[in-house]
């Protein structure tokens, strides 16, 4: 309820900014004017708001960066400077002038000769502050290293924030996802899993909990991950192997880190309902307390059901999501637990495509029409849960430690994969009883130190860490049928017997790490050097349980990052990464089948520019990524292939204007297969990556309609490869999104309505493939319809 109410007074100001400037000259906060104000304590946003109207100041201000601050009481004879300095003592904020002479509020930048706590020196449970505009926060977790400002980091890292999760109403973590340039989504509208290209990369294909969970991986759900539980999704560009330890599934194109809710200062109570095309219904409710001496002890529910008929013809889908957070804070302890269960079912779940060789690319049929059975139906059940905790043993050291882990457990009866057969779109597919179960367990602990010696300051981090999976599997199929993309076939049920599942493979992933940053000048030059032992064990098991293949050995992978910031606004920096893969297996039909090679090394230099303007920063990066593979070449599976993309990247983000935020990017890649045994396919483009990918989203608050924002946004991807020969290949395509939301009081409670049209021409297009050549039909235009009350 506060925090709505801080949202609608500071966007009222917006409106109310404009008299102000259209008649004499705003109040500045030198004004030597004392004014009697009488204001209690309560919601930051609201209080600065009423105070603003009472001073005659041109306020305007992005309601999430005052969310969860009280103010104190301002009673008595105050100027305006002073006034403005007792509401803000403490929280961190800033009001800044505008060139039009109106104000903003903006995050206090934080120095290390002001306090120990900076940088990376940040708590793990502090999170880095919202940025102005909302969307984008000003800093994000690198993964060992901890928290860390945007532009003390030798990185690019985006993190989007819960007020970008709500008004986007975002689903899942690939919702969210859309809005970076350097992310595509390859999995299908309507499908069961989530699955992305970074830097041209594969990220969650072979799912086993991909994305990070809290900084650490084995805990986030297999399949997808929703956003109910989720206070901010992160993304740190390129291979992260010492940062977060090597990935399940290995990948190399960055680390996507679901960083979950935690319990507020202020107590809340939100309900919201969703409507999405054509009737899929969703409530969702999200309760924040905190309790006992001092409150150090907090608790955030947030429980949510989704059901009911999808846009995609013949589809049906039900989610249930249940997320418990407690936590502790005292002075030199932190600690928390999350709980999160989560199901997911389909009827007629999407599935992606194959095309035959030496076919034509047919045209993609509407995003509504579904070649999947409406006898097929899917099932996801996915439980987490993450003990962690902090404890400072002085100012300068503190001590960390991880545990937890996940099961999740998929059925499903449908038509696999189907394939293209030619130009007017006939399919062949193979249905199948498919079951898959997995369990995930993490561990780690570490500590940070930080120390001087002489003009140096030093922050410093040690980890080991533990990660083991498990996979069972098992398959029964019936015989093929066939359809047509454009006019599908409905074809009888077949009988197929549900499968064992024997156990496929275990992976144990261990490791310790080091890595030290060294500041000089008041940390205007940070050094960053580290090192990754990390050890892989993994078996392979064949149909009757026993082992058939194992791999025991390990690499070691560095780090070495350096940030220079020549002026307050601008920061500099060089990187160079190495990520590593789990090493293949011969496949059957090899002369060598079952070898199991060591593991692979991916290399990345980045070389970049930040740049912040205190209310809209912008970062430029170079980065050139090698990535070795395997493949099969006259008869014998071998290590002779690799990958390189280079690219160039541009994100925008924050406010531009009073009441104008923008966010977005272009991503330019210049992709090839650098080696590979087939001297045909040298040179060509590696599969699903184009050479063009923008993004741009804007915002902007009506000045005369109180609390009503328009929204807008376009998606481009250019042209993609179905096949390493480049023979077959997905047109480009463009996406416009528009949409708008109102905040408003009904019954004197703060409500929010959003309103939004994905795809809103209707357009027909293949939206992205998977590394294997898989492809996916876009989506078609959908409404999304949500309301949001506190109570």
């Not at 020196?121 to 909302?134: C, H, I, K, R, S």
């Not at 993964?143 to 993190?159: E, H, R």
């Not at 249940?322 to 502790?328: F, H, P, R, T």
């Not at 996915?382 to 050291?397: F, N, Q």
């Amino acid at each position: 309820m506060p925090v709505i109410r801080s949202a609608l007074l500071s966007l009222t100001l917006i409106g109310a900014a404009c008299p102000l400037a259209r008649a004499d000259a705003p109040v500045q906060l030198d004004s030597v004017t004392v004014r009697a104000y009488n204001l209690a304590p309560g919601p930051l946003g609201a209080t600065l708001s009423s105070f603003a109207v009472e001073a005659g100041i041109a306020l305007s201000f992005e309601p999430s960066i005052t969310e969860g601050l009280i103010s104190p009481r301002l009673s008595g004879n105050y100027s305006t400077q002073a006034a403005v300095a007792h509401l803000l003592a403490g929280s961190g904020l800033d009001m800044l002038l505008r060139n039009d002479g109106s104000y903003t509020l903006a995050l206090r930048r934080v120095t290390l000769a002001q306090t120990t706590i900076s940088g990376h020196d940040q708590p793990a449970e502090t999170l880095p502050p919202v940025y102005p505009g909302g969307q984008v926060a000003a800093g994000g977790r690198l993964g060992m290293l901890g928290n860390t400002d945007v532009m003390d980091a030798p990185f690019s890292v985006s993190t989007y924030t819960s007020a970008l999760i709500k008004d986007q109403q975002a689903t899942t973590v690939g919702d969210v996802l859309e809005r970076d340039s350097s992310v595509r989504a390859t999995g299908q509208t309507g499908g069961i899993v989530d699955s992305f290209f970074i830097r041209g990369f594969p990220v969650g294909e072979g799912n086993l909990g991909e994305l990070a969970f809290d900084g650490v991986y084995g805990v986030a759900s297999n399949y997808r991950v929703f956003t109910e539980y989720a206070e901010r999704i992160e993304v740190v560009k390129g291979p992260s192997a010492l940062l977060y330890g090597m990935s399940p599934n290995s990948a190399v194109g960055g680390v996507i880190n679901v960083v979950p809710k935690r319990s507020l200062d202020e107590d809340l109570t939100r309900f919201t309902a969703s409507y999405a095309q054509d009737a899929q219904l969703g409530n969702h409710i999200d309760i924040s307390r905190r309790f006992g001496e001092e409150r150090r002890w907090g608790v955030r529910v947030n429980a949510s059901v989704q059901q009911g008929n999808t846009v995609i013809d013949d589809q049906s889908r039900a989610v249930g999501l249940g997320a418990v957070s407690l936590d502790y804070r005292s002075d030199r302890l932190r600690g928390s637990l999350d709980l999160i269960s989560q199901q997911e079912k389909f009827d007629a779940a999407s599935r992606p495509f194959l095309i035959d060789t030496g076919v034509e690319m047919p045209s993609a049929a509407n995003g509504r029409t579904n070649v999947s059975q409406d006898w097929g139906w899917s099932e996801t059940r996915d439980k987490s849960a993450l003990l962690s905790g902090e404890y400072d043993l002085t100012d300068a050291l503190t001590v960390f430690a991880h545990a937890g882990g996940g099961r999740s457990a998929v059925a499903r009866m449908s038509d696999q994969t189907p394939t293209l057969l030619n130009a007017a779109g006939d399919t062949a597919s193979t249905p199948g009883y498919y079951k898959f179960n997995v369990q995930r367990y993490t561990v780690d602990a570490g500590t940070r130190l930080r120390f001087d010696t002489g003009p140096v300051g030093h922050v410093t981090a040690l980890q080991v860490s533990r990660y083991r999976d498990e996979l069972s599997r098992g398959i029964t199929s019936g015989a093929v049928i066939l359809s047509n993309i454009y006019h599908p076939i409905d074809q009888p049920k077949p009988s197929i017997a549900e499968p064992d599942t024997p156990k496929v493979s275990a992976t144990q992933l261990s490791g310790i790490a080091i890595a030290d940053t060294l500041s000089v000048l008041e940390q205007r030059l940070q050094v960053t050097f580290g090192l990754r032992r990390q050890h892989i064990e993994s078996s392979n098991y064949n149909a009757s349980g026993t082992l058939s293949t194992a791999y025991d050995g390990g690499k070691t992978t560095p780090l070495f990052g350096v940030v220079v910031k020549p002026w307050d606004h601008v920061s500099l920096y060089y990187n160079y990464l190495e990520g590593l893969s789990k090493g293949d297996v011969a496949p059957a039909n090899a002369a060598n089948a079952g070898q199991i090679f060591a593991p692979y090394v991916s290399r990345q230099q980045e070389i970049g520019v930040k740049l912040d303007y205190g209310t809209f920063m912008a970062t430029l990066a170079l980065f050139q990524i090698k990535k070795p593979s395997g493949e099969l070449s006259g008869g014998t599976f071998s290590v002779q292939g690799e990958q390189r993309n280079r690219g160039i990247e541009l994100n925008l983000f924050g406010e531009v204007a009073p009441g104008a935020r923008l966010l977005g990017g272009v991503t330019l890649l210049d992709a090839q297969l650098t080696k590979t045994g087939i001297a045909a396919n040298r040179g060509n483009t590696p599969v699903g990556v184009p050479d063009v990918q923008a993004n741009l989203w804007a915002e902007w608050d009506i000045p005369w309609v109180e609390g009503l924002t328009f929204t807008s946004g376009a998606i481009y991807t250019a042209r993609q490869y179905v096949n390493q020969a480049n023979s077959q290949q997905l047109d480009p395509w463009t996406r416009i999104d528009l949409g708008a939301r109102y905040t408003t009081r009904i019954a004197q409670r703060p409500t929010t309505f959003r309103a939004t049209v994905q795809n809103l021409f209707d357009r027909e297009y293949w939206s992205g493939v998977a590394s294997y050549g898989a492809f996916s039909q876009g989506s078609p235009r959908t409404l999304l319809l949500s309301a949001t009350v506190d109570f």
